[in-house]
């Protein structure tokens, strides 16, 4: 059974550009979320989606998007990069809202 | 303000040896207590889960204790191995509300060999 893919993998941006990652949930699961993992602050909760709807959003700004497609697959936008937003960005997928989260490999962002 | 705290930051054990990496928490809320394990260059792997209903749970070589008074719980690590060399987090969530995860800020653990 394929685990959660996040692609791509490794990602360099300059700084003021947009960038978009993409998670393929586990087959079945239909909970998406997004983490953002660095070493100053950890892991962190972005967004959550479930059925195409968002469910829980964390304190980011507005800069930071997602949107589930109906085949669960997600995506995460980033517009106008700062060089703080360079992290390793983290998809969990869940079957249910109340289920355990698997997490893909991750996308590593650098803005330069 | 962490909602999760974690403790120590780093940990070296012999091969052999009890690894003990401790999480604490405020919001009573919670109701889910979930381990992860990080190796560098992957994303976190889920380790082991607890819900407040027990005091420990056990799987292999692996043990959540949990103290829902003290509003702490700890990871015991059995007979500890080189490969369990890794980066472990604790979390805890609301599975009834919001649910999304609060991680502690993490253990660098080393087995020697």
């Known amino acids: 059974k394929a685990g959660v893919t996040q692609t791509p993998r490794y990602l360099i941006k300059t700084r003021g550009q947009q960038v978009t990652l993409s998670c393929s949930p586990i087959?079945?699961?239909?909970?998406v979320s997004w983490y953002q993992q660095t070493p100053g602050q950890g892991l962190q909760f972005l967004f959550e989606?479930?059925?195409?709807?968002?469910?829980n959003k964390g304190n980011f700004p507005g800069r930071f998007s997602g949107r589930q497609f109906s085949n669960s697959r997600s995506e995460m936008n980033v517009s106008t990069l700062e060089l703080g937003d360079s992290a390793l960005y983290l998809c969990?997928?869940?079957?249910?809202?109340?289920?355990?989260?698997?997490f893909g490999q991750g996308t590593r962002l650098t803005v330069v | 303000q962490q909602q999760v705290k974690q403790s120590p930051q780093s940990l070296i054990v012999q091969k052999g040896g009890i690894s003990i990496i401790n999480c604490a928490y405020e919001?009573?809320?919670?109701?889910?207590f979930p381990w992860y394990q990080q190796f560098p260059g992957k994303g976190p792997a889920l380790l082991i889960a607890i819900r407040p209903d027990v005091s420990e749970k056990k799987e292999g070589r692996f043990t959540i204790s949990f103290n829902k008074s003290a509003k702490q719980f700890s990871l015991h690590i059995m007979d500890s191995q080189p490969g369990d060399s890794a980066t472990y987090f604790c979390?805890?969530?609301?599975?009834?509300?919001?649910?999304?995860?609060?991680f502690g800020t993490g253990t660098r653990l080393t087995v020697i060999p």
């Open positions: 979390a805890a969530s609301i599975l009834s509300g919001a649910n999304n995860l609060f």
């Open positions: 087959s079945g699961h239909r909970s």
């Open positions: 969990a997928s869940r079957r249910g809202m109340n289920t355990e989260a698997f």
């Open positions: 989606y479930f059925s195409e709807t968002q469910r």
């Open positions: 919001n009573t809320a919670f109701d889910y």
